[in-house]
């Protein structure tokens, strides 16, 4: 047994379905060990910031409350990186901040990116931490899946499939822009599920001259109307990323190349009318699916498992299918996950006959 006994945990970055129940699964398992859980309000802020900003949680925040079964973050969260130059002194805010509160540890929701930052503030902090993978765009390094990527499947999936009644009363061809950021496996998966014609994601080239080629097809088959699925990130034609801006940090920030596209296939196509659909984020609400809510609780009690056990800077998450860890020297060294073209999605949408560019 650790000598664990007040723990802090926060959500960095997007949020995304499944947060809630993770938080609460989180508080479940601590509670049991007779740990006292301070949940930190937006992201790190909570800490930074004076006053700090948290709360004491206990069973009574989730049991009796619709709270674990709502997507968002209870705790408030965390998407913008800092300026050049800031990192020290935030670090140094953080770790009086842990200081302050008397944390032994801290779990902490994030993608990637956040796992790096908090890795280096709870160095700094002396403090353990443990990851868990969460992200609708499921590019986590090492883990299989992330929290939050199942239930944006679903809401993108249903999203297809309410759009389609309306392509269909208007013979028209919509375009469904999904999220994900550099990875494709959200636009890809649901244009799957929901028997979309064409996926455009960024792991993969396309012309318009290929889209086209496909809405032929589909008119020549008699039906009326098709679903063209996007991903944020796919360039234009000649390889612009027009669609992303840069922020005040420069992070990109994506959005819009659906909109390109309809002006483009508007341009040199006129057997259906293009309409665009940007999901925005919508894609991170939903109540969450099963799959998200039984990761939760698999990977909130590992977590707090792991910390009793004494280990620190790791990740849980699922390695084939099986629940483990992973060092986060390893996430922060490893690529984000992409989707790979040689692999079992590519492989499907090719063999229903979508058009997923030139491949
Ligand atoms: O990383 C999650 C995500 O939803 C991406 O898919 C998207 O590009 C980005 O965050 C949007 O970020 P923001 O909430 O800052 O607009």
């Known amino acids: 047994m650790s000598e664990i ?15 809630n129940a993770a938080i609460s699964d989180v508080v479940k398992a601590a509670t049991l060990k007779g740990w006292t859980v301070y949940g930190i309000h937006n992201g790190t802020e909570g800490l930074t910031e004076r006053p700090l900003s948290y709360e004491i949680l206990t069973l009574r925040n989730f049991s009796d409350t619709p709270w ?5 973050s209870y705790l408030g969260s965390l998407n913008k990186g800092l300026k050049p130059g800031q990192m020290e002194a935030v670090a140094a805010r953080f770790a009086e901040g842990v200081k302050e509160l008397g944390l032994d540890a801290i779990v902490v929701l994030g993608g990637d990116g956040s796992m790096s930052v908090l890795k280096k503030y709870c160095a700094i902090a002396n ?26 499947c679903q809401v993108c999936m ?5 759009i389609e009644t309306t392509a269909r009363s208007h013979h028209r061809a919509i375009i469904v822009e999904a999220m994900g950021r550099d990875a494709g496996h959200l636009a890809l998966r649901s244009a799957i599920a ?13 012309t318009i001259d290929g889209v086209i080629k496909k809405l032929k097809e589909v008119k020549a088959t008699g039906r009326t109307h098709a679903v063209i699925v996007v991903s944020e990130a796919i360039k234009t034609e000649e390889g612009d990323i027009s669609s992303a801006f840069k922020n005040m940090v420069g992070e990109k920030v994506y959005g819009g190349i659906g909109e390109y596209l309809m002006n483009k296939l508007s341009e040199r196509y006129d057997e259906f009318q293009i309409r665009n659909m940007r999901l925005g984020h919508l894609q991170r609400s939903g109540y969450p699916v099963y799959q998200d809510r039984i990761m939760a609780a698999v990977l909130g009690a590992y977590a707090v498992d792991l910390l009793d056990e004494g280990k620190t800077n790791v990740m849980v998450g699922f390695e084939g299918g099986k629940v483990t860890y992973f060092p ?16 079992t999605y ?3 949408a090719l063999k229903l006959g979508m058009y997923i560019g030139e491949i």
């Not at 006994?5 to 947060?19: A, E, Y």
């Not at 403090?127 to 239930?151: A, Y």
């Not at 064409?198 to 993969?204: D, G, H, T």
């Open 5 to 19: 006994k007040k723990i802090g945990i926060l959500t960095s970055g997007g949020d995304c379905s499944g947060l």
């Open 68 to 72: 674990p079964k709502v997507a968002g």
């Open 127 to 152: 403090i353990k931490m443990i990851g868990i993978p969460k992200t609708i765009d499921n590019d986590t390094p090492l883990t299989d899946v992330s929290l939050g990527f199942e239930t944006a």
């Open 158 to 162: 249903e999203s297809i499939d309410s």
């Open 194 to 206: 929901g028997g979309a014609d064409v996926c455009l994601i960024p792991e993969i080239p396309y």
């Open 328 to 343: 986060l020297e390893k996430i922060a060294s490893s690529p984000s996950t992409t989707v790979d073209i040689h692999g």
């Open 346 to 348: 590519v492989q499907t």
